[in-house]
């Protein structure tokens, strides 16, 4: 095959692929724009330990939930959440909000975008969650 009918359809096929993923709306990505998006998306990755509390950021990005095992933060990854429990884990400042560490290989740490008056109280609130 020549290499401009095979660079033709690598091409065509990329834009294809991109075209499909606008029209299927794949580039968005998620916002936890209330408590009950954040619950499920909780729920989701927690079956056995429903979400008792929630704290949606203001940024829609990230929540704060205390569930029967303590606090654990939920995070935006594209049109996914994930999740975390926050027993052991570092907090640290960060100019865009705070930043947790956690002792875990599989998601070593996380940047939470949260508004000053947000980071000071969930930093308060993790801290006396982990005493």
Sequence with gaps: ???EVMASIVVVGLLAVY???R???FDQTLVLTDEAIARAEWGADNVTA???EVIVAQSGQAALVRSRRGWGVLWVMGLDATSHDLAGADVQAHPKGLILKFHD??????V???TPDEATAWRAQIEEGQQ
């Design 112 to 114: 939470l975008h949260l």
């Design 105 to 110: 290989f599989a998601a070593p740490c996380v």
């Design 1 to 3: 095959m020549p290499l």
């Design 23 to 25: 029209v299927m709306k």
């Design 50 to 52: 429903p979400a008792q």
């Design 19 to 21: 075209v499909m993923m």
